[in-house]
Each structure stands twice: as C-alpha cells, then as structure tokens.
C-alpha cells in the first residue's frame, strides 16, 4: 500500500539533483483553473508546449516568484522531452487521486468485468425455468 502522503508525487533527476513534483490543493487549484481539461494540459505538454510544461513544473514543485526564475535553466539543462513523461504523469495522478495511468486501467477493467460477470449472471437467473421466470 502506498503512503499516502506522497501518493500522487513523481520524482525526476536533472544533472543529478533529484526533483519532486508534489499534489498539493495549491498545485492543483492552479493548473486546474489555468486549464479546464487535463487531457488537453496532457495533448499541450506532449506536444513540447515548454509555457505548459514550466506552469506543470512550477506548481508540482511548490515554486515562488524568486524559484521561478529557474525554470528556464532547469528546463534546457534537462531537456524539454526529458520533462513531458514527469509532467504528463503528474497532471494524470493529480487528476485521478494520486493513481498512475496504469492502476486507473486495472480498477476499470475490474470495474468492467465485474458488471459483466454481473449481468451475466442476471441472464442466466432470468431464463432458468426453475426460477419461475
């Protein structure tokens, strides 16, 4: 089980420096009122859109005016590709509980095979002359 007070971060490595983009109310009232849809932040930062990928960065990492002013240069020391897997991650897990794109698919093929096996089962139920129907 994870904790679930760090539920949610994605950790990234520049130049040997360890980063941690953290899900904070702050974080997410932010990117959420600057973008209405997460799947398009997600299309935006895929697609090497460095203003959407330095917002993502500054609010995951808890950044102040005075911090922000890094970005830039965090930015090309990485690389822009390097930073589209961390920060698309981060906006996926901020927008689905702290769950990676990963465990969201398991939970809804589960999800999906449950009701089926459930309605499955009514059929079988309803046409089993034993039951009166």
Same mark, same amino acid.
């Given at each position: 089980m994870s904790n679930?007070? =760090?539920k949610g971060e994605v950790r990234f490595t520049v130049e040997g420096t360890e980063h941690? #983009?953290?899900? =904070?109310? $702050? $974080?997410?009232s932010q990117i959420n009122h600057r973008y209405d849809d997460y799947a398009d932040l997600i299309r935006k930062i895929t697609?090497?859109?460095v203003s959407a990928i330095a917002f993502v960065l500054r609010q995951g990492l808890g950044y102040s005016d005075k &911090? /922000?002013? =890094? #970005?830039?240069?965090l930015i090309m020391k990485a690389g822009v590709s390097a930073l589209i897997e961390p920060t698309t991650d981060f906006v996926f897990r901020m927008f689905n509980a702290g769950k990676s794109p990963d465990e969201v698919m398991k939970e &809804? =093929? /589960?999800?999906? /095979?449950?009701e089926a096996e459930g309605a &499955? *089962? /009514? *059929?079988k139920d309803a046409a089993d002359p034993l039951l009166g129907a």
């Open positions: 679930p007070l =760090t941690v #983009l953290r899900p =904070t109310m $702050a $974080a997410f697609r090497n859109d &911090e /922000a002013k =890094t #970005l830039p240069s &809804e =093929t /589960a999800k999906l /095979a449950a &499955e *089962g /009514a *059929g």
